[in-house]
């Protein structure tokens, strides 16, 4: 994970989960994935505790000051993708450091950190009342993870850090992004990663620490938060992991009867019970070995019948790596701690149930599987299979339901289902943001599925308060629908289809601009056309959910908060 500071630096950002009708395109369908794959994989990202922590905070730590020409320049390096698709700085920012106490899946008591981050300037956008964006970051492997590190190429977290202060901080919203329990400098020994009921009761702590914090240095007339003050808007967006913590936070939030203006999560793992048993049956997304290691690992303190001993689930020397880790994903890798792709042992595994499956129609999912040097036991695999087979999820069974399966009787699939975000149907404006061919956050296991369940809620209740709108930012393939308006999105203020032409076209202008360079790149090192498309297909593969499609639906939701923000 160790990108270099031009063009594929923003791969950085690419972690998370994808579909099964996958590779529609004609580029995506001559595409073969490589090793190279994992030279940039980026990880997608589920929990459970009903107290809220203690909100006593001490004064924020000053990280830095950005003028907005400085943060126009620090995205710029950090991303020209990201730039293209980001108006210029209108604000200031000043960036700082808060503290919270929150619990662990355990319900252990443990710390955590968020970036709070302050717009400034004398122009009506930069000062008085304003509105909180309450930001879930993506999937990550490193412990050092800041969201306090702007512009810092030394931090994992650089460039979604940077994205996110200069498309909503510096365009006038403060921000609140938790680095979430495990990473920084919180005590937690692993993350809660996907804990639905942990994630989304830490982020409403942080949004509470967030908030008291700003209170206090106004009332200490603290120059940097004098001209600002929390306008009562509150908007909650986050990508891949970050998705499934938005949705999970929203919820909580609308059972507290907190005001939430408008959320937009995007690419998540959403149906994570139908996500876990398609992978597990063969399907292996893009970013596996990266993070199923921290999925066990979190499931396993919330229900510790999962596995007796680490060894029941992980293969080898694997068993005792632990994520978040000091080290990237690439090291670990090089070190012997995680194997590059291959999550499953290859056929034949002497377990008739897994020889017996059909072969994935994925193009890439081959590299998922080794002979020898895989993650997962088989015996564990076996076993999971087995319940997936007799007790299915709706989704995968296709009978129309739609919704995780009844009764699992396996450990892991019960806390599956129950870290599963279907059947919460949102009563705020919403958008759903995605790519149709993502290749590790499966988008027609998760957002397509979520948003027929939203129809079918609509179409049983038309007057109930559902206003989804749901865009898919890959136009490539014309036989699929790209916006979908339920409920009362059409009501919205914006020209969705506009803004949707926009992203779109922003988007295969990346992804081609990448394939030509990709294809360039191996004929001028002797490659063979064959060879060439190869390489620049596996090139996109391995930026498309973490580069590509976050980008563009970065883009998309500052659009949609921008028309529901400037609402009376």
């Known amino acids: 994970m160790t990108i270099s500071k031009t063009n594929t630096k923003v791969a950085k950002q690419a972690n998370h989960l994808s579909p099964i009708n996958l590779i529609n395109t004609p580029v995506m369908s001559r595409c073969l994935l490589s090793v190279a794959v994992a030279s940039a994989l980026l990880l997608a990202g589920c929990g459970d505790d009903n107290d809220t922590p203690n909100t006593s905070i001490n004064a924020p730590q000053s990280i830095a000051t950005f003028t907005p020409i400085q943060i126009d320049q620090e995205l710029l390096e950090a991303s020209t993708i990201g ?68 512009g810092n190429a030394q931090n994992p977290a650089e460039i979604e850090a940077t994205m996110i202060a200069a498309n909503f901080a510096a365009q006038g919203y403060i921000v609140v992004a938790p680095n979430y329990a495990g990473y920084d400098s919180s005590d937690l020994n692993y993350h809660p990663y996907l804990n639905a009921k942990q994630q989304s009761t830490e982020m409403v702590t ?36 970050g998705g499934h913590v938005t949705m999970a936070t929203a919820r909580l939030l609308e059972q507290q009867n907190k005001p939430i203006t408008a959320i937009a999560p995007s690419s998540g793992p959403y149906a994570l019970a139908a996500f876990g048993d398609a992978i597990f049956t063969g399907n292996v997304s893009i970013g596996s070995t990266a993070f199923a290691p921290l999925l066990a690992t979190s499931l396993q303190k919330a229900n510790n019948k999962i596995y007796n001993n680490p060894t029941e689930i992980f293969a080898g020397n694997y068993a005792n790596t632990k994520l978040p880790n000091a080290l990237s994903f690439e090291d670990l890798v090089l070190a012997g701690k995680l194997p590059l792709t291959a999550l499953f042992q290859a056929k034949p595994t002497n377990s008739p149930v897994l020889d017996g499956l059909p072969a994935s129609s994925l193009p890439f999912a081959s590299v998922g599987f080794d002979s020898s040097n895989y993650l997962i036991q088989t015996d564990f695999r076996a076993a999971y299979v087995i319940d997936a087979l007799q007790n299915p999820d709706d989704l995968l069974a296709q009978n129309g339901r739609a919704f995780p399966a009844l009764n699992p009787q ?19 404006p919403t958008l759903l943001c995605g790519g149709n061919q993502d290749p590790s956050v499966f988008y027609d296991l998760n957002t397509s599925s979520m948003a027929k369940i939203l129809q079918g809620a609509n179409a049983q209740n038309p ?93 998309a939701t500052r659009e949609f908060f921008d028309q529901e923000f400037k609402k009376s």
Request: with cysteine; glycine share 8%; net charge positive.
């Open 83 to 150: 730039k293209a698709i980001t108006p210029a700085a209108k604000c200031g920012v000043t960036v700082e450091k808060i503290g919270y106490q929150t619990k662990g899946a355990a319900n252990e008591p443990t710390n955590a950190t968020a970036a709070l981050m302050i717009p400034s300037g004398n122009t009506a956008e930069c000062q008085g009342d304003r509105p909180i964006l309450l930001y879930a970051h993506e999937t990550t492997t490193e412990q050092k993870f800041d969201f306090t590190q702007v």
């Open 206 to 241: 942080a949004l509470d620490t967030a908030r008291a914090a700003i209170n206090q240095q106004r009332n200490a007339n603290n120059a940097t938060y004098t001209k600002v003050n929390d306008s009562g808007k509150l908007f909650l967006s986050g990508y891949s992991q």
């Open 410 to 428: 396996n450990e892991l699939r019960k806390t599956l289902k129950v870290n599963d975000l279907r059947g919460y149907v949102p009563k705020i």
């Open 463 to 555: 007057a109930a308060q559902i206003n989804v709108t749901v865009l898919d930012v890959d136009g490539s393939n014309k036989d699929r629908t790209t916006l979908t308006l339920i409920g009362k999105a059409s009501m919205n203020a914006w020209n969705v289809q506009t803004v949707l032409d926009n992203v779109q076209a922003k988007f295969a202008g990346t992804v081609g601009q990448e394939y030509a360079a990709a294809y360039q790149n191996v004929i001028n090192n002797g490659g063979t056309a064959q060879q060439a498309e190869q390489g620049a297909g596996a090139a996109i593969l391995r930026t498309y959910h973490g580069t590509h499609v976050s980008t563009a639906c970065t883009q």
